[in-house]
């Protein structure tokens, strides 16, 4: 297995023993399948941070711990890794945790094993539950800083959120629906990835609240959840809610599975008149480009990921503390695609 790097960095890396990963790179026998992908995972994110890796000085690992399909994680980690040098004087160091559906019991799991792992911070996108808002106030106590992302955990000892303001995103999305479709008699689809992420709670009270007194027809909101914003889920349910609401000609999507939620509409020969969604990512930059989706909410990421960054490095007095409040929300039609 080729690679540039000391065998404790690796280690660090990828949360294993010195002696495994020695196994692993001498390719010895007696070492499971699982194990070699964690070290190549781990090389392949070192090989991602190599700069970070010729600074001295004081360095920092920095968890993040994600519950997101993987057109989001993984944008979200390319933001990363594209931000870690521009937080001198701190040298930083980040794993990644990225799981598309993990439940609140596997969240719970992995931020437990991170308090013996030498993480100095956690970035965290998961679901706002007692038990993980509990994993959260233990690793706090144990002198690691958690800032939440993208949805928030109220009541937990997080240091801070990192990310729009949902309620005013979802407000937003109202006023375009209700602007692009004037007159016109129509009911709302509105689609979470889970009722238990408190971002989506919040943008759905906004847009339910915004478009209870913006003027037109009254509209009725049909919503579907617990899908994690998978494609092949999110297809059935729409299909299904389209099947029982023939008056749906418009989406808000929450929770993504935005190419899933187009193919329902074109398999069932019905017009979506507006179609407004989240996150600039490759599917809905697609979608954008072919007219498919109406607009896009969208966040800097960059932006987001340093201000994340150094919300944990402020919590451990390396950082100056961070100003400023939500990530401004920026709507992006097919017309100034960035």
Do not use: W
């Amino acid at each position: 297995m080729a690679h540039r790097y000391r065998v404790r960095e690796i280690a660090q890396q990828a949360e294993l023993s010195e002696a495994t990963v020695d196994r692993v790179l001498n390719d010895r026998p007696g070492v499971r399948p699982s194990t070699r992908e964690m070290v190549a995972r781990a090389i392949a994110d070192l090989d991602g941070q190599r700069e970070q890796l010729r600074f001295s000085g004081r360095k920092y690992m920095l968890d993040v711990v994600m519950s997101a399909p993987d057109r989001f994680s993984k944008t979200f980690k390319r933001a990363v890794e594209a931000e870690l040098p521009s937080l001198e004087p701190a040298t930083v160091r980040a794993r990644f945790h990225l799981q598309e559906s993990a439940t609140a019991e596997a969240v719970v799991a992995r931020l437990n094993r991170l308090s013996g792992s030498g993480s100095q911070g956690v970035i965290l996108k998961a679901p706002a539950v007692p038990d993980v808002a509990a994993a959260v106030d233990r690793l706090v106590a144990a002198g690691i800083p958690v800032v939440t992302y993208v949805t928030d955990i109220p009541g937990s000892r997080r240091s801070g959120y990192v990310g729009m303001d949902n309620r005013a995103a979802g407000e937003t999305a109202a006023y375009l629906i209700t602007t692009m479709m004037a007159d016109h008699q129509g009911d709302v689809l509105i689609t979470l990835s889970s009722n238990a992420f408190h971002g989506e709670e919040e943008r759905e009270m906004g847009f339910r609240t915004a478009l209870r007194r913006l003027p037109g027809p009254v509209r009725t909101v049909v919503e579907i959840a617990e899908n994690d914003g998978l494609d092949d889920r999110v297809e059935s349910l729409v299909l299904d809610a389209l099947d029982r609401h023939p008056t749906i000609s418009a989406v808000y999507s929450c929770g993504g599975g935005n190419s899933a939620i187009v193919r329902a509409f074109r398999t069932l020969d019905r017009p979506c008149r507006v179609f407004v969604a989240h996150d600039l990512d490759a599917d809905n930059r697609d979608l954008l480009y072919r007219r498919q989706i109406s607009a896009v909410l969208e966040h800097d990421m960059r932006a987001d990921a340093q201000r994340a960054c150094r919300m944990v490095l402020h919590a451990r007095d390396a950082s100056t503390a961070v100003r400023g409040s939500s990530s401004p929300i920026r709507i992006v039609t097919p017309f100034n695609m960035p």
